[in-house]
């Protein structure tokens, strides 16, 4: 059970390059997410998918786009890659029916991150 | 906007119990607290959460004041492995804010 998968672990870019971070989740959650990490700061997320089919922007969505692939899979993209851009990305998943309740708030788990740097 | 207010920081000797507190003053009737630790730089590891009563799992207790607007997680036997950065969050449905936590240093 290998719970959430993020490719690539580390990558570098130069300033206008284009790049796909992929995620992969084994839990069959619905719900996933994709945050940032600047240093010295909290995670701030970029957009989210309640489920299959849909997303939703979050905090900070300007310069990415994401595609929920299947239920399993979640990606981001940067088009045109900037160096503010350059920051710790993590994916997570998440069960989540919106009915209340324990059963339907449940946590989120996390991958182990994709660090990224733009030059 | 921030929905948590946590310490910056906070130190705790090996052995003793870790109390990091955390208000949310604004949290309404459904909304649930959240605990999360990250360590370094791995992704976040969830902790407990809860909604108005005491909660406990073999990692921490969680305990949500009457009125909801504060809350306390307790480390009962802080190691030095419990050290990194207890995120405190209220959730709004599906988006999770993380704030910047407090850094819990666990001294020898």
């Known amino acids: 059970n290998a719970g959430v998968t993020q490719t690539p672990k580390f990558q570098v870019l130069k300033t206008g390059q284009s790049m796909t971070l992929q995620c992969a989740q084994d839990m069959n959650h619905n719900s996933m997410y994709w945050y940032r990490q600047d240093p010295g700061m909290g995670l701030r997320l970029i957009y989210y998918s309640a489920s299959e089919g849909t997303t939703d922007k979050g905090e900070v969505p300007n310069g990415y786009n994401v595609s929920r692939l299947n239920k399993r899979e979640f990606s981001l993209r940067l088009e045109s890659a900037a160096p503010s851009q350059t920051s710790v990305y993590f994916c997570a998943s998440r069960r989540y029916t919106g009915t209340g309740g324990i059963r339907g708030n449940q946590p989120q788990h996390f991958g182990d991150g994709t660090r990224l740097s733009i030059l | 906007d921030a929905k948590t207010t946590q310490p910056t920081s906070m130190d705790c000797a090996e052995g003793r119990a870790a109390n990091l507190p955390c208000n949310h003053s604004t949290i309404s009737g459904n909304e649930y607290v959240y605990w999360y630790r990250q360590i370094h730089s791995q992704g976040p590891q969830y902790i407990i959460h809860g909604l108005k009563n005491n909660e406990t799992n073999e990692m921490a207790s969680l305990i949500i004041t009457e009125d909801r607007k504060s809350s306390t997680l307790i480390l009962p036997h802080a190691t030095l492995r419990d050290t990194a950065v207890y995120y405190c969050?209220?959730?709004?449905?599906?988006?999770?804010?993380f704030g910047t936590g407090t850094s819990l240093t666990v001294i020898p």
């Open positions: 969050i209220v959730i709004t449905g599906n988006q999770f804010y």
